[in-house]
């Protein structure tokens, strides 16, 4: 999908945050060079926003920001701070080599979070908001505000917000489904009505931040879409805090493969999808489960006979994309002991086998009673059935 072909309307922004929200859930720690290295590798596959970290966290947080920010060709740099101004400037001061730096600041709006986390009463938070995207204004033009928990915040206080940071400057407002809460039809309506009722809704990009709690981060971010918003928040397997974030690889293919339910379009370049999410998973030591959706190993891989059988005749029978599509070099059938004929014949041929159709048959018997006993069955396993079967079984 390009540029040329798509409008620019439809186009959404891919904001990264691997390094950030993916980085915070336990576990996840990279080091320094991890974290250029996978910048790198966002960057060169066409991330439009990277979130390089939270720069007032640590030493080590500021360093790996400012160095990325030096070293980005593509992406905009972004750095998280909290609305406190030695927050915000130190965040500016962490993503001031970068050709082109954003400051992402947040605050919470839900009555849960005010009252118990900050706090703080509702006209005080207002304030806030103010005084902080005026702040980090005064050091850039590109300016993102975030109302943490919007999705248990009450509608019309969310909307006096919106309203009075779009006023301060801020040109991207992210409404936050904090706690994995929201359901897409709901995310939806909450995009559109806010759309709807913000005087000054159209002077900024609206964008999806998704948490998995419920295992609809992704389902939420194409809602959030359809109602407006024009940025995805998501990290590189879906990594973040707690059950994570959407995942990056599935909301690109999501808008990929359902273009007729989904027109919108971006600008990863999906061949690097199964290379960036080995990347991430070296990186963080967090293994990607088999059956995880674009990247898993399972993902292009098939057992049973009855697919192997449709596999073989036509790709699509059990396939919505290609392998290639993602970066995977072909379709895998596993032979095991749900596998039959039509796959065995497959391997074989594959395997450089040309056999008469009874040693087919015999090796086949011979391959179902190592499967019973084996759960996986290697194409080694299957040149030692066929040399048993060259010398002791019949022609
Ligand atoms: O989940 C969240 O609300 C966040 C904000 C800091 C954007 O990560
Ligand atoms: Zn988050």
Not at 61 to 90: P, Q, T, Y
Not at 92 to 118: C, D, N, Q, W
Not at 174 to 183: E, I, K, M
Not at 323 to 328: D, K
Request: hydrophobic fraction near 40%; include cysteine; proline fraction near 3%.
């Amino acid at each position: 999908m390009t540029a040329t072909t798509q409008s620019e309307q439809d186009r959404v922004i891919i904001f990264d945050t691997t390094l950030r929200d993916g980085e915070q859930c336990p576990g996840a720690t990279m080091t320094f060079e991890e974290k250029l290295n996978v910048a790198r590798m966002l960057d060169d596959m066409g991330v439009d926003v990277i979130e390089a970290g939270y720069p007032f966290a640590s030493d080590g947080d500021f360093e790996a920001v400012h160095e990325i920010a030096k070293r980005s060709k593509n992406s905009v740099i972004c750095g998280l701070s909290r609305a406190a101004h030695k927050d915000i400037d130190r965040c500016a001061e962490a993503i001031k080599p970068a050709e082109r730096g954003r400051i992402h600041t947040f605050l919470s709006t839900s009555p849960v979070h005010m009252k118990y986390k900050l706090q703080m009463e509702a006209a005080q938070v207002y304030e806030m908001v103010i005084s902080s995207v005026t702040r980090a204004r005064n050091h850039t033009d590109d300016v993102e505000w975030s109302a943490e928990d919007a999705t248990r915040t009450e509608f019309d206080f969310l909307c006096r917000c919106i309203e009075a940071a779009i006023k301060a400057g801020a040109s991207t407002i992210n409404l936050p489904d904090t706690v994995g809460y929201a359901v897409p039809e709901e995310y939806r309506e909450l995009f559109r009505k806010v759309r709807e009722t913000v005087p000054n809704a159209d002077k900024a990009r609206f964008s999806v931040h998704c948490h998995n709690d419920l295992g609809m981060a992704v389902a939420n971010s194409m809602a959030g879409v359809a109602g407006g918003a024009r940025q995805i928040e998501c990290t590189i397997n879906g990594i973040g805090e707690r059950a994570g974030n959407a995942a990056l690889e599935e909301v690109v293919m999501a808008m990929r493969v359902r273009q007729d339910k989904l027109p919108y379009w971006n600008r990863i370049e999906s061949t690097m999808l199964t290379h960036a999410s080995k990347t991430v998973s070296a990186a963080t030591s967090f293994p990607v489960q088999y059956n995880k959706a674009i990247v898993g190993r399972n993902a292009f891989a098939h057992e049973s006979g009855i697919h192997q059988d449709g596999m073989i005749k036509n790709a699509q029978t059990y396939e919505i994309m290609t392998p290639e599509t993602v970066g995977v070099k072909g379709t895998s059938l596993v032979m095991g002991k749900h596998s039959g004929r039509a796959g065995l014949i497959h391997k074989l041929e594959e395997l450089g086998y040309k056999l008469s159709r009874n040693q087919i048959e015999d090796v086949f018997v011979r391959f179902k009673a190592l499967a019973d006993r084996k759960k996986d069955v290697y194409d080694e396993d299957i040149e030692a059935l066929v040399d048993e079967q060259l010398l002791h079984g019949q022609d």
